[in-house]
């Protein structure tokens, strides 16, 4: 079940107009810089849609080449194109009944735009090299992190598909914009890496707060989200101290960097943290899931049960609990 945290007015004012919109077969257009939460409020509304027992696909435009989105989207017959050989439902068939989530779409090839909006007009896919349309009935959320209207001024995008996913719009306000949302949020965070680690923390020191609320977080509840986290796993104390937290200097000065925010979003990668690091949540998090069981931690991730222990020891070396 998807959990919305939020003090803040205008969010609450959203998250029940999500709630309202979900009920009908409107498109939802949610935009939003990255990390404000998109995502999330696109399974609410299909979790308080009537086809919520139904799927829910989503598919991320812009991790995807243009020619593979669109047998991904569509689908395929056997023989449409060399390496076609079998036949492939697309995810619109996937979606049939449920909800299809088009995730950064103004990073759609302005071709393959005019083709979906075919889709959401007819209520029918062609599968490439088929032979007759498929019914399909989906609901279409679409998420941007750009501003879509900018980009049908600029060209990139069709004007009338803007208007045909523009139905209900809801635009999630950048973290920056409700501080009050700030501790919140991290308290969330911290409780929940806190059990997930097996650490139990018992708050944040009032400077540290002081520091979080100051941030500008161009990364948005994602990049609090990783902060919290790694301050969790790394902290010795029992509280989250103003040292315990790891902040990008840029974002720090206030200076805001939208376009490595989004650079993030595309490709996946969340720069400021070492091979050591993530390998370090890796293992503890293995850990934590075998339930301390060194044997059974160490045969998952392929690993002797020796070369675990030394790094396990390592970890106590720099004060983490394990
Ligand atoms: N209000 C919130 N409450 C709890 N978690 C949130 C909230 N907003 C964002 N998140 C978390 O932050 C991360 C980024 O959210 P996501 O929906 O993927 O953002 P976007 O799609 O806008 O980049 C996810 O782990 C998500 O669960
Ligand atoms: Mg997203």
Redesign the pocket.
């Known amino acids: 079940m998807t959990?919305?945290?939020?003090s803040d007015r205008r969010m609450r004012e959203l998250i029940q107009l999500a709630k309202t919109v979900a009920q009908s077969k409107a498109t939802v257009l949610i935009q939003?810089e990255?990390?404000?939460?998109?995502?999330?409020m696109a399974s609410l509304v299909h979790e308080n849609s009537t086809r919520s027992g139904r799927t829910f696909v989503a598919i991320n435009c812009a991790a995807i080449p243009e020619n593979l989105l669109e047998s991904e989207l569509f689908g395929y017959e056997r023989g449409a194109f060399t390496g076609a050989v079998s036949s492939k439902a697309g995810k619109f068939e996937f979606a049939n009944g449920g909800t299809l989530l088009l995730d950064e779409i103004s990073e759609m090839d302005i071709r393959l735009q005019a083709k979906l909006l075919r889709v959401i007009q007819q209520g029918e896919v062609d599968r490439l090299g088929g032979r007759k349309p498929i019914g399909v009935d989906v609901r279409i959320i679409a998420?941007t992190n750009r501003n879509l209207a900018d980009c049908v001024r600029e060209g990139s995008f069709r004007e009338d598909l803007y208007y045909r996913l523009n139905v209900v719009n809801l635009t999630i306000p950048p973290l920056r914009e409700r501080v009050g949302d700030v501790e919140i949020?991290a308290k969330?965070f911290m409780s929940v890496y806190s059990s997930r680690n097996g650490k139990s923390l018992t708050g944040i020191s009032t400077e540290a707060l002081g520091l979080l609320q100051s941030h500008a977080w161009p990364g948005n509840?994602?990049e609090l989200?990783n902060v919290i986290e790694r301050s969790v796993i790394t902290t010795l104390g029992g509280v989250i101290a103003q040292s315990d937290l790891v902040l990008e200097r840029n974002a720090m000065t206030g200076i805001l960097n939208e376009e490595l925010a989004q650079k993030s979003?595309r490709t996946g990668w969340e720069p400021g943290r070492t091979l050591d690091d993530i390998e370090r949540e890796v293992i503890l998090k293995a850990l934590n899931y075998h339930q301390g069981n060194r044997t059974h931690t160490a045969r998952a991730l392929g690993i002797s049960i020796r070369t675990l222990r030394n790094k396990l020891s390592d970890y106590r070396h720099l004060g983490i609990s394990v």
């Open positions: 959990e919305i945290i939020t939003g990255s990390g404000t939460g998109k995502e999330l998420t949020l969330h509840v994602r989200e979003e």
